[in-house]
């Protein structure tokens, strides 16, 4: 929103949510009926290709998006080295408005506008027009409409919208409020206009406009230098008529100059080009090589859930994880890169972060929940995670910390089996046991006198049983064959406080989250709390009861950059095994955790809440 919002800065279909769309339901049904009404050899397409425009537009702005947030994580050509936060997304999350306004205007000119129908594909004449006006009347009437409105009248009432982005995004090229939306539309229309009037018009020429218009917008937006430099070097005038990312990211840090569209030719004629342009170019363009200090593997869990990674749709990667039901329609794509999963073996940046000094990335390995449960994809996964720690090793990371089914004890042995087969890693691998088994121990209210433990005797489920029956409290375990196992590991002293329990009547349940069933959250007591220790919650079936998140930590202020949820969790919530990863090479601890080890519960967990991270437990 401007500081100080002026007429006309609301959408008009804001009311209207998601079901925005609708608005266009009128223009189609009118160009579905033109072209069914004509005869057959007569029919006019052109009212029905508009759709299918649009929808090319929302694809091409999608693919800038995916293609920025990976190159801005793990490419060295950068421009500005700052962070995005959830404001930013919220903000920019109605991008599509722009599309939306164009296609009620698009639909409105099909209908009323002589020479709009019945176009033919191509015209030469009609193109080199297009170019024309866009170069000329275009670019000089956008420069000055664009000085205008960085003046504090008309700034603070609509463009400081724009401007609240100083690090910028592809989207962020199309966020501005709905009266200057107008404005922008009156002036892109003249190359389109003047040959639908003149009768040189082409389907070719309207579309190749708004899709050069698109792609400069948001190659100016984009954060990442890609423009080579051969190619002024080859063309020197051309620096004159094609603008680049970091000359246009100058103008989102300094304001009142590169005020050209996508022509700098404008700010060298008025005096408005920073000095600093060329330096920046050639600065990011060279880049700067960034090594990680810790970093954090995870995967895909859902076939969906590639939407809600950062590199996906940020609507989605901005809230936790859930299934929508519109995500049916992108069923090609879905299953195109779960295909593509069985084929790609190296891991790919999805997150970079900073918290005071330390660098922290998150890596994907590109494999989804289910293929970790396939017998013979257990040596393909197993070698992608040890190329990953070989890759952390040779950057110079200090840890390297293994999340959701990256350190399965079936899997690797809880990553013992790259440190026996590594011996002289430098990078630490870190599982996070111990801090997950500090979070569930403190999340039991005090006066809690007997727990009912439920799931796979893991390390960590262990690990709670001991530490608990050494604290008095006593563990009821339900299956035989589980208590069994627990105690022949625990010490004698402490296997009083283990039992053997017939009944499901206690109030607080620690639960393999994805494993609780229906049918046993039937049988707990009004009131119960489950809480998880493993990665993945347990579903909610009951209003009844307390349901616990798992492990996990609201992050502190000083962790920059955030703006995606870690699958499930909510904002600005991070797992404890991410957590541990960043308190292990914070605190400088020299050693491994992963196999059977496991460190000093009550230090992790103190150092752990020094550090600022805030544990995420219910009242």
Known sequence: MASRPGPLTEWPWKSLGNFKYVVWAPGLAYSMYEFFNQKEGERDFTGLLILPYLLWRMIHHQAWISLARLQTVQSKHRILDKGIEFEQIDRERNWDDLIVLNGVLFYLAYVLVPGASKLPLWRTDGV?????????????????????????????????????????????AVVHPFAEHLMYFVLFSIPMAIPVLNGTSSIAALLGYITYVDFMNSLGHCNFELVPKWLFDAFPLLKYIMYTPSYHSLHHTQFRTNLSLFMPFYDYLYGTIDISSDKLYEASLKGKTETPDVVHLTHPTTLESIYHLRPGFPSLASGPYASKWYLWMLCPVTYGCMLLSWIYDSVFTV???????LKLQTWAVPRYSFQFFLPWQKEKINHIIEKAILKAEKDGAKVLSLGLLNQGEELNGNGELYVRKHPKLKVRIVDGSTLAVAFVINSISKGTEQVLLKGKVSKVGFAIAESLCRKGIQVAVANKNDYEKIKSRLAEELSRNLV????????????????????????????????????????????????????????????????????????????????????????????????????????????????????????
């Open 351 to 357: 997150e970079r972060h900073i918290f005071n000094e």
């Open 500 to 619: 053997l329990s017939n009944t499901c009547n206690q109030k607080v349940w620690l639960v393999e989250g994805e494993a609780l069933t229906e049918e046993e959250q039937k049988q707990a007591p009004k009131g119960t709390h489950f809480i998880p220790f493993s990665q993945f919650p347990p579903k909610r079936l009951r209003d009844d009861c307390v349901y616990h998140i798992i492990p996990a930590f609201i992050i502190p202020k000083a962790l920059e950059n955030v703006h995606a949820c870690e699958n499930w969790l909510p904002r600005r919530v991070m797992s404890a095994w991410h957590v541990a990863g960043i308190v292990h090479a914070l605190e400088g601890w020299n050693r491994h955790e992963c196999g059977n080890e496991l460190l000093d519960v009550e230090e992790v967990w103190a150092s752990t809440l020094r550090y600022g991270f805030i544990p995420v437990i219910p009242n």
């Open 128 to 172: 080199v027009l297009s170019v024309i006006l866009h170069a000329g009347p275009v670019e000089f009437l956008y420069y000055w409409l664009h000085r205008a409105l960085h003046h504090h009248f008309l700034y603070s009432r609509y463009h400081s919208h724009h401007h609240s982005s100083i690090v910028t995004e592809p989207v962020t």
